[in-house]
């Protein structure tokens, strides 16, 4: 037996796959002559990390579903790549992860895919207009701008694409609200722990100054296991919103008062981050589910006011002052000019966080214009087109999530209510942040669309 097939075989024993073949004879003879050259030039570590690596593959192949699951369990803890030395090809783990999973959704098993005739999500259509608008820019553009701004902007729809054919199942959609929750907890008790860490410590442990370890005034900014405070902060909204529904619902569940007691912790992680749009976006939400289904959710306020007035008074004059929002407005103002002579945009790629990466490759000495704003740079980069169908995304996203909370309970019920909540926070972050630029946000977005997509499917077959 070859190692290729003794992987396939420990995973089956242990009960993690289904107990019939996993693999295609051919599958496994490949595997396990590349495993054996690979154990004669490579070190041991290297080698069972192959072994892992592609006893998860065969995983993946087999039901594409659990590489969904993997990606959202692993992405809040990308950041933690910055202690650890490696080769730069690295740190393309989830987008290798995404395509891994893209490519089994075709060679999985007729019943792990959908089987029904369905209908496409109503907010594809936009979706797909800002795909197109976007690459018919990068083609003017050209060059290495227009790859990365579309790659910024739309890698993660293959995520969407993943799960549109090979839906979860109820219990899989259920296990992603529990891992988001486990990621959350996690993320907030080392988020508060950077605090009593300090700047020093933090630096000391290979973290840089002014892009990991950032302060507002003499406050540090949490960030976690993220690379800045503000995908730590989005994260945490995402968390609170997406599990409040279902323990509000079932609050004996053991889930349910794992969250509760957590509530303060991530509260807290929240508030560590000075992000005003996580702060803005996780109030909005929460006013959202009171009004749409829990009214119990306005006792948090008490909690929120104790959270504010806890604030360090620098922090608390950091996120309160307007000197940040003026500077913003400033930008949008004086950049509306690059709109009035570029009225189909200045170009995918030419701001925000596509803009950044370039400046960090070396590929542009301009300098970089940040809108903070998800609404303001599509209408910079894309032109009024691009701003109406970013609206339209939005806009169809909710409607289509709200359909879905509204016709459903149980916990798929509270998956698009608490989806819902995340799309309306998503939307008045964007205000104040370039929100679906935010990783792991992205992911979120578009994996949690395409939950709901499946949802409203279901729904109709039943």
């Avoid at 192959?50 to 803890?77: D, E, H, K, M, W």
């Avoid at 959350?184 to 100054?209: H, K, N, P, R």
Wanted: with cysteine; hydrophobic share 55%.
């Amino acid at each position: 037996m070859g190692p290729g097939s003794t992987v396939v075989a420990v995973i089956t024993a242990a009960g993690l796959a289904p107990s019939r073949r996993l693999a295609p004879t051919a599958v496994v003879v490949g595997v396990n002559a590349a495993l054996v050259a690979l154990l004669v030039a490579a070190g041991a570590m290297v080698a069972l990390a192959l072994l892992a690596l592609t006893g998860c593959a065969v995983l993946i192949s087999q039901r594409p579903q659990r590489g969904v699951l993997l990606l959202v369990a692993l992405v809040p803890f990308d950041g933690l790549l910055l202690l650890v030395p490696h080769p730069g090809i690295v740190d393309g783990w989830k987008e290798a992860l995404t395509l891994v999973t893209v490519l089994a959704t075709f060679v999985a098993p007729v019943t792990a895919r959908a089987r029904d005739q369905r209908a496409a999500p109503s907010w594809l259509l936009p979706a797909a207009g800002l795909l197109l608008v976007s690459v018919v820019s990068g083609a003017v553009v050209g060059g290495l701008a227009a790859m990365i701004g579309i790659k910024i902007g739309f890698f993660y729809l293959l995520a969407a694409w993943a799960v549109w054919r090979c839906p979860l199942d109820a219990a899989e959609r259920d296990r992603l609200v529990t891992i988001v929750l486990a990621g959350g907890i996690i993320t907030a008790l080392y988020g508060v722990a950077q605090q009593a860490i300090g700047a020093a410590g933090l630096v000391d442990l290979g973290y840089e100054y002014n892009t990991t370890v950032r302060f507002a005034g003499g406050f540090l900014r949490s960030f976690s296991t993220f690379v800045q405070p503000f995908g730590f902060g989005f994260y945490l909204m995402a968390v609170v919103l997406l599990a409040l529904p279902g323990s509000l619902r079932d609050p004996s569940r053991l889930r349910s008062r794992v969250l509760f007691w957590s509530l303060p912790l991530l509260t807290v992680g929240i508030a560590s981050t000075v992000v005003r749009g996580a702060w803005l976006g996780l109030a909005v939400g929460v006013v959202y589910l009171a009004a749409a289904r829990h009214r119990s959710l306005l006792l948090l306020l008490p909690l929120a006011v104790v959270a504010a007035l806890l604030l360090p008074p620098e922090a608390a004059s950091s996120a309160l002052s307007s000197t940040s929002t003026g500077q913003r407005a400033s930008g949008w103002s004086q950049n509306l000019h690059e709109v009035v002579r570029h009225p189909f945009g200045a170009g995918i790629g030419s701001s925000g966080a596509s803009a950044e990466k370039l400046a960090e490759l070396g590929q542009t000495s301009t300098p970089v214009y940040q809108p903070d704003n998800q609404y303001f740079l599509a209408l910079y980069e894309l032109g009024p087109l691009g701003l109406w169908l970013l609206a339209l995304l939005f806009g169809s996203a909710f409607t289509a999530s709200r359909a879905a909370a509204r016709s459903m309970g149980g916990t798929d019920g509270d998956l698009a209510l608490g989806t819902t909540a995340f799309i309306v926070a998503a939307g008045v972050a964007s205000t104040v942040s370039s929100f679906l630029q935010i990783f792991p946000m992205d992911v979120l977005w578009w994996v949690l669309l395409a939950l709901v997509a499946s949802l409203q499917r279901e729904a109709h077959v039943g």
